[in-house]
T-cell receptor, first 117, second 113 residues
């Protein structure tokens, strides 16, 4: 079963507007972490933001915030004031923490964001 | 501090050839992983390691071998290359399995003809 679902293969946003990239996840563990990565056309993977399952506040990092809705199992990335440099692939990922130890990061299929001037 | 390094950056193989993709990190990280990235598929986990001497399979392990004899190195071996293994390969490491950022190498673009 797919653990991370990103339903938007592609998104467009006007420069300076805010955009939300959707991510839903599936886990039966109580302890887990959710990550967002950015992959520009140059190919490198850039860590953006992290949310722990026990964190009460939504994570924020500059223009990035994570809208964490635990009951709905969603961890949407919000980018405020979009810039042309935000055009990239965005991946949501999850790491589960098991009694036997932590598990590797599992990724969604990604959303390609295009920012229009 | 080089972070995570991968060699080579590009490689072309013929079907049936074998090769090793190298990955090294200088951050003393326990966790290391190999992913492959194919268009529309995101990153899929091939193998991972939670420490020297310990490896485990990920989602798509067939056709690949790994070993972890040192903390620093985590090579990925293709035993007999197939066109289906044409992909971009990423190595990653993190200091633990918890809320730790996973650092990625720059990737290796492999083409099998």
């Amino acid at each position: 079963a797919q653990k991370i679902t990103q339903t938007q293969p592609g998104m467009f946003v006007q420069e300076k507007e805010a955009v939300t990239l959707d991510c839903t996840y599936d886990t039966s563990d109580q302890s887990y972490g959710l990550f967002w990565y950015k992959q520009p056309s140059s190919g490198e993977m850039i860590f953006l933001i992290y949310q722990g399952s026990y964190d009460e506040q939504n994570a924020t990092e500059g223009r990035y915030s994570l809208n964490f809705q635990k009951a709905r199992k969603s961890a949407n990335l919000v980018i405020s004031a979009s810039q042309l440099g935000d055009s990239a692939m965005y991946f949501c990922a999850m790491r589960e923490a098991r009694f036997s130890g932590n598990t590797p990061l599992v990724f969604g299929k990604g959303t390609r964001l295009s920012v229009i001037a | 501090n080089a972070g995570v390094t991968q060699t080579p950056k590009f490689q072309v193989l013929k079907t049936g050839q074998s090769m090793t993709l190298q990955c090294a990190q200088d951050m003393n990280h326990e966790y290391m992983s190999w992913y492959r990235q194919d268009p529309g598929m995101g990153l899929r986990l091939i193998h991972y390691s939670v420490g020297a001497g310990i490896t485990d399979q990920g989602e798509v392990p067939n056709g690949y071998n790994v070993s972890r004899s040192t903390t620093e190195d985590f090579p990925l071996r293709l035993l007999s290359a197939a066109p289906s293994q044409t992909s971009v390969y990423f190595c990653a490491s993190s200091s633990g399995g918890g809320p730790y950022e996973q650092y990625f190498g720059p990737g290796t673009r492999l083409t099998v003809t």
